[in-house]
T-cell receptor
Framework: EDKVVQSPLSLVVHEGDTVTLNCSYE??????LLWYKQEKKAPTFLFML????IEKKSGRLSSILDKKELFSILNITATQTGDSAIYLC????????????FGTGTRLKVLA | DAGITQSPRHKVTETGTPVTLRCHQT?????MYWYRQDPGHGLRLIHY???????DKGEVSDGYSVSRSKTEDFLLTLESATSSQTSVYFC???????????FGQGTRLTVV
C-alpha cells in the first residue's frame, strides 16, 4: 500500500532557528514528490522533486530527494513567524494512476 | 492564483440529508480531486477524475459519490450525511498526473 510518513508531527522553534522536516514514502513506481505549505486555508505549492530534479531551493527554503532511501527533507533557515504553518508532503505514482498521496503533515510554530 | 472555486464555503446540515459540494475550475485542467482534511489524518483522497465522465475512488470513498459532466465542474455528493462526514473538504486540480496540484479554498461542512 502506498503511504507517506512525515516527522515530526509538530515542532516549536524560535525565530532565526533552522528546521528540518522529514518525509519518507513507499509508493509503487515513484513519479514525483511535492511539498505544500498550509496556513489557515488551502495548501500552497512549494516544490516538486522528481528523478530529474532532486534538489530545489527558493529563498530560505530548500528541499532534497533521496530516491534510494525513499525520503525527502524540507529545510527552512532563519525561520520567521510567517513560516508558522502545516507543511504537507505528497507523492505521486508513475503514469497510469493519478493520485496524490499525502502525509499527515508537520505543524510548525515559530515563536517571536 | 489558479482559477478554482468551491461552493459553498460553509455548510451546516442535518444527519441523513443529501449534500452536494461543487468545484469549478477555469484552467481547463484534466484532473480533479476531492480530499477531506481531518485533524491527525492529513489530506485523504475521496474521489478523483481523469476526464469528463471518468472518475475513480480514493481511499475514503464510502458514503460519497461524484460526477463530472463538464471539464470545469466536479461535484461531490454525500448521499446521506453522517456526523463522521463533518470535515473540511478540498478540491484540487492538476494539468497532468504528478504535476503541481492547485487547491480550492475549502468547504467546511458540519453535520449535526
Amino acid at each position: 500500500e502506498d503511504k507517506v510518513v512525515q516527522s515530526p508531527l509538530s515542532l516549536v522553534v524560535h525565530e532565526g532557528d533552522t528546521v528540518t522536516l522529514n518525509c519518507s514514502y513507499e509508493v509503487t513506481n515513484f513519479r514525483s514528490l511535492l511539498w505544500y505549505k498550509q496556513e489557515k486555508k488551502a495548501p500552497t505549492f512549494l516544490f516538486m522533486l522528481t528523478s530529474s530534479g532532486i534538489e530545489k531551493k527558493s529563498g530560505r527554503l530548500s528541499s532534497i530527494l533521496d530516491k534510494k532511501e525513499l525520503f525527502s527533507i524540507l529545510n527552512i533557515t532563519a525561520t520567521q513567524t510567517g513560516d508558522s504553518a502545516i507543511y504537507l508532503c505528497a507523492v505521486t505514482p508513475r503514469k497510469g494512476t493519478y493520485k496524490y498521496i499525502f502525509g499527515t503533515g508537520t505543524r510548525l510554530k515559530v515563536l517571536a | 492564483d489558479a482559477g478554482i472555486t468551491q461552493s459553498p464555503r460553509h455548510k451546516v446540515t442535518e444527519t441523513g440529508t443529501p449534500v452536494t459540494l461543487r468545484c469549478h475550475q477555469t484552467e481547463n485542467h484534466r484532473y480533479m480531486y476531492w480530499y477531506r482534511q481531518d485533524p491527525g489524518h492529513g489530506l485523504r483522497l475521496i474521489h478523483y477524475s481523469y476526464g469528463v465522465k471518468d472518475t475513480d475512488k480514493g481511499e475514503v470513498s464510502d458514503g460519497y459519490s461524484v460526477s463530472r459532466s463538464k471539464t470545469e465542474d466536479f461535484l461531490l455528493t454525500l448521499e446521506s450525511a453522517t456526523s463522521s462526514q463533518t470535515s473540511v473538504y478540498f478540491c484540487a486540480i492538476s494539468a497532468g498526473g504528478g504535476e503541481e496540484a492547485f487547491f480550492g479554498q475549502g468547504t467546511r461542512l458540519t453535520v449535526v
